[in-house]
């Protein structure tokens, strides 16, 4: 089915990562006590580039807009503030989805 994916890409300036991801992981449980939550995860880039990202999926884009407005999105926002460059953040509305039957199917 329909579902919204949400993912934001930054760099947090690096006296500011540790204070980023307690933000992120705050928000965590209750983002994904919401119902319409399917999936929040943060995701650490190790190297050069540091990357963090914070990717959540929603059911639909009547949740997500509900988030958006929520007292929890006020903080990632917060967090957003933090970049030592602009972030970047993305919302896909997917309405085909794979799984393994892909790659059967492409390396069959």
């Known amino acids: 089915g329909?579902?919204?994916?949400?993912?934001l890409k930054m760099i947090p300036l690096?006296?500011?990562?540790?204070?980023v991801l307690d933000v992120l992981f705050s928000i965590k449980g209750p983002v994904l006590a919401e119902p319409e939550c399917l999936?929040?995860?943060i995701l650490e880039e190790y190297g050069e580039?540091?990357?963090?990202?914070?990717?959540?999926?929603?059911r639909s884009l009547?949740?997500?807009?509900?988030?958006?407005?929520?007292s929890s999105y006020a903080r990632i926002?917060?967090?957003m503030e933090l970049s030592?460059?602009?972030?970047?953040?993305?919302?896909?509305?997917?309405?085909e989805m794979w799984s393994f039957d892909l790659i059967e199917r492409v390396r069959s």
């Open 2 to 7: 329909r579902m919204i994916i949400a993912i």
């Open 39 to 41: 999936v929040c995860c």
């Open 14 to 19: 690096s006296e500011k990562r540790h204070e």
């Open 84 to 95: 030592a460059q602009p972030p970047e953040i993305s919302f896909y509305k997917t309405s």
């Open 77 to 79: 926002l917060e967090a």
């Open 62 to 70: 009547a949740a997500l807009e509900g988030h958006i407005r929520s």
């Open 49 to 58: 580039e540091q990357n963090l990202l914070y990717v959540e999926q929603w």
